[in-house]
């Protein structure tokens, strides 16, 4: 298997463009999770999705980011307009059976906005 | 709401040492927990998952343990290598509801020298 795999791997941008990060999980996993990562924070959950309806975006920072999953193969976090506080790793996970399922990783999304 | 601590943040031992990396949670309340490893530039690696059910688990030279009435975990290394150096991250899954975010520790960066 693959893994979870994202795009693009870096992403340096100005403030006020729109930012789309990919992720495609791990086939046959049915749940998916978005993560930033800072030095501050550590990793914070944005949003996750089962069966590809989000089911928590309570810590999406703020209307400038949406996350969409119109597949089972495939998700999207769009940031529109970025910022330079937006900049972070962002990774994409998934997992199969919810709360029992073992957590995997993509290899991330470094954003930088400047 | 949940908090996971992770001590020490830094951890620096000669090559062939055994250690415990220590991580705590404050609501006992949870469905699992999973320890992870992260190297510079990469994204996490998952290396030992305990169900709330279990007291420990083994993989070569890790073991984990658990302890939920305490809120504590610990992650032993047996016979460190160089390649062992990494930042190692705790996950607590708490249960309640349909809910499952995992909550993150901050990380301990485990450095061995050859």
């Known amino acids: 298997d693959a893994g979870v795999i994202q795009s693009p791997r870096h992403e340096v941008t100005e403030m006020g463009q729109e930012v789309t990060l990919r992720c495609k999980p791990i086939?046959?996993?049915?749940?998916l999770f978005w993560y930033r990562q800072t030095m501050m924070r550590g990793l914070e959950l944005l949003i996750y999705?089962?069966?590809?309806?989000?089911?928590?975006d309570s810590g999406m920072p703020e209307d400038r980011f949406s996350a969409k999953m119109p597949n089972a193969s495939f998700s999207t976090l769009k940031i529109q307009p970025s910022e330079p506080r937006d900049s972070a790793v962002y990774f994409c996970?998934?997992?199969?059976?919810?709360?029992?399922?073992?957590?995997?990783f993509g290899e991330g999304s470094r954003l930088t906005v400047l | 709401k949940q908090e996971v601590t992770q001590i020490p943040a830094a951890l620096s031992v000669p090559e062939g040492e055994n250690l415990v990396l220590n991580c705590s949670f404050t609501?006992?309340?949870?469905?699992?927990l999973q320890w992870f490893r992260q190297d510079p530039g990469k994204g996490l690696t998952s290396l030992l998952l305990?169900?709330?059910?279990?007291r420990e688990q083994t993989s070569g030279r890790l073991n984990a343990s658990l302890d939920k009435s305490s809120g504590r975990s610990t992650l032993y290394i047996a016979a460190s290598q160089p390649g062992d150096s990494a930042t190692y991250l705790c996950?607590?899954?708490?249960?309640?509801?349909?809910?499952?975010?995992?909550?993150f520790g901050k990380g301990t960066l485990l450095t061995v020298n050859p």
């Open positions: 305990i169900q709330s059910s279990q």
């Open positions: 999705f089962n069966n590809n309806v989000p089911i928590d």
């Open positions: 609501d006992s309340a949870i469905y699992n």
């Open positions: 996950a607590v899954r708490t249960s309640g509801g349909s809910n499952y975010k995992l909550t």
């Open positions: 086939s046959g996993h049915d749940y």
């Open positions: 996970a998934s997992s199969r059976q919810g709360a029992t399922g073992e957590l995997f």
